[in-house]
C-alpha cells in the first residue's frame, strides 16, 4: 500500500504542470514517507497540505492527505487512517471542492477495508473509485485501482482478478502504470501457478525496469521468481 500514494503522485507529475513552489515539500514528504520518523513525516505533509492550500492547488492538497492516510496504514494505524479519510470526505463537502477529487476517498476507504481483511467491502469502494474516475477529469488514474483491485480478489476472486488484471493492461497510462500492470501479471502468474506464463511476464517487466520505469510489486517479484528458478 505504501507506494500507491506515490504512484498517484507521480501519475498528476506527468499529466499535470507541477507547482514549483510544492517541489521541496513534496520531495520531504516522500523521504520521510519511505524513512520516518513519523513524527517528521506528520509535520511534513502538514506543511505540504498547508502550502497547497494557500496555493488553491486542491488536487495537491488531497494527495498530500492521501499520503498520510497510507503512512498511518503503513505503521498499523488502521483506525486513524480512518478518522483521517472521514476528515478527508467532510473537508471536500466543506469546501464544495471539484468532484473530481471525490475518487481520492473511494480509494483510502478500499485500501482501509482491505488492510482490515473486508475484501467485499474493499471491493465495494474500489468499484466506485472506478466509477468516480471514469467520469472525471483523471480518468488515466483508474490503472492503478485496477490493480488494487486485482491485489485483493486474487486469492478469493481468481476469475475476477484476471478480469481486474486485463483491465488494468489495457488502461491508458503512464510507463510507470505499466510497469505496475506487467510486474503484477508476473505476480498472478506465480501465485495461481500460471508457470508457463510467468518467464515471458518477468522479462517484459524486467525490460521496462531496465528502461527506468521501476514497480511498487517489484521486490515481491523477485522473491518469486527466486522460487521460480529455485522449482524448475
Known sequence: MLSLSVQADEQAEEQFEERPELVALKDSVWYYFDEGPADKFERTVEAYKAKALSLGAMHEYYLGWSNDIIFQLNESNTFLAYKKALAMSRDMRERKVDEDEYYMVSSMLGLIYSDCGNIEMARTSFM??????????????VNSIYLDLAYIEIDTHPDEARVSLKKALDAKGTDGDKADAYAFKAVMDFKLRQNEDFPASYKFYKKLENEGHSSVY????EIYHAAYQRDT
Do not use: H, R, V
Open 128 to 141: 466506485e473509485t472506478i466509477d468516480l474516475l471514469s467520469k472525471s477529469k483523471y480518468k488515466e488514474f
Open 218 to 221: 517489484g521486490k515481491y517479484l
